[in-house]
């Protein structure tokens, strides 16, 4: 859902919040009911040649009690107006169990480069366990996302009464008034009331609204993989938030389409100096195009019912590498790649002074997994791309969508497609 812009009292605010759950709960963009959205990879018959066999959904929601949840924020255009806009920003939350299932998870986390934040993981990293939703926004939004989390923790019967939550982010600030701190509580709070399981929303949505993804316009993108029944069985989902990578880069099963795509960078509709992109979309294009270092970041979270221990994780959390390699991403030095894996398996063995059995998948079972990691985030990356709209921001800055019909047409000139 796109939600509109209003000063609010914050006494008033916070009454309406205490009082009127369900209101705030309708407020969120819930996965059931995501706006109509383009063809995804597997549509297109793209998921094939990544490899593995996606989940009904092809989603991170495919993973049994997983809910996500989103609150898109779009308003204004023209100049920048610190404060006022325009706005093109939002949130993303990934509730483990769901938002009625305190119960954590096992959990751990990876950097492939650390230009970024992600909030909790100092704990994540010591105890193993994942105690909460996962929450996805704009840089200079971590801080009260992460502060909202608590207001909604703190108020559930259950839950324990401190918490540390677990908050990333990417920079929106080319599109976005990053600096007028739009994302407010009532935001953060309709995403994770509204979260639900089922289809997920994608490209300009939630915390991805003002990404850009190998100078095509980016944001939220998810996909899965199901185990052989041999291996399990178990399910692999994975979502990302897209924000990384130069044009020439970009791959798409193996070929390289970033190449072959030079049209459409990024450009300024107004006459307004930026520091990126620097041309005015009525003048033409270099040949070749005009490509900025790699400066952005991708946030990616993978869930999965494979009863997996912390360590494990851990090594299936930096497999997620090898995905954002195979799209082009090389972890450049001002890209924040930060990366989430938790398993939902092995219930309720967090709490209590008794001695907790668990199961735990053989380290030499684990390379299914690790292989669904990689093809999973690869194609999450790739349904980002595919999913999001071509925006108009801030000082007229526009970003183009990846076009799906000269896409299909590299990968039949590569022989990948007929």
């Known amino acids: 859902m796109t939600l509109p812009l209003r000063t609010f009292s914050w006494p008033v605010l916070l009454l309406q919040f205490l009082l009127l759950p369900a209101a705030r709960a309708v407020l969120a963009q819930s996965a059931p009911t995501p706006p109509v959205q383009k063809p995804r990879a597997r549509d297109l018959g793209l998921s094939t040649l990544i490899g593995g066999t996606p989940g009904p959904l092809d989603a991170i929601t495919d993973v049994a009690g997983v809910e996500v949840g989103q609150t898109t924020l779009v308003s204004g255009d023209g100049r920048l107006v610190v404060g006022r806009g325009p706005v093109r920003t939002g949130v993303t939350v990934v509730h483990p169990r769901g938002k009625a299932n305190p119960d954590p998870v096992f959990g751990a986390w990876f950097t492939l480069n650390g230009n970024g934040e992600m909030t909790g993981t100092t704990w994540l990293q010591e105890s193993g366990f994942l105690e909460g939703p996962v929450a996805i926004t704009n840089t200079h939004s971590v801080g009260l996302v992460r502060d909202a989390i608590l207001q909604w923790q703190v108020s559930r019967p259950g839950l324990q009464p401190w918490g540390l939550p677990v908050v990333a982010e990417t920079y929106d600030g ?245």
């Open 174 to 418: 080319p599109v976005n008034d990053i600096n007028g701190f739009h994302v407010k509580p009532e935001h953060v709070l309709s995403a994770l009331d509204g979260a639900a399981g089922g289809r997920v929303a994608e490209g300009n949505v939630g915390g991805g609204t003002g990404m850009v993804c190998h100078e095509f316009k980016g944001g939220i993108g998810t996909a899965s993989r199901v185990l052989p029944a041999e291996a399990g069985g178990y399910i692999v989902g994975v979502l990302v938030q897209c924000n990384y990578g130069r044009r020439p880069d970009l791959r798409v099963a193996g070929v390289p389409v970033g190449v072959e795509l030079t049209g459409g960078m990024p450009c300024r509709t107004l006459d307004v100096q930026t520091d990126w992109p620097a041309r005015r979309c009525d003048e033409p294009e270099p040949a070749p195009p005009a490509s900025r270092p790699d400066v952005g970041s991708i946030i990616v979270v993978v869930a999965t019912d494979a009863p997996l221990l912390p360590h494990q994780l851990k090594r299936v959390a930096t497999r997620v590498s090898l995905g954002v390699g195979r799209m082009g991403g090389f972890g450049g030095n001002s890209s924040g790649d930060i990366f989430v894996a938790f398993s939902t398996a092995n219930q309720k063995v967090s709490g209590g002074d008794e001695v907790a059995r668990v199961d735990m998948l053989p380290n030499a079972k684990i390379n299914p997994v690790f292989q669904a990691t990689v093809q999973a985030t690869e194609e999450a990356i790739l349904n980002a791309l595919l999913a999001a709209e071509t925006m108009t921001g801030a000082n007229g800055v526009r970003v183009t969508a990846l076009p799906h019909d000269r896409l299909l047409e590299v990968l039949r000139k590569y022989n990948r497609l007929r």
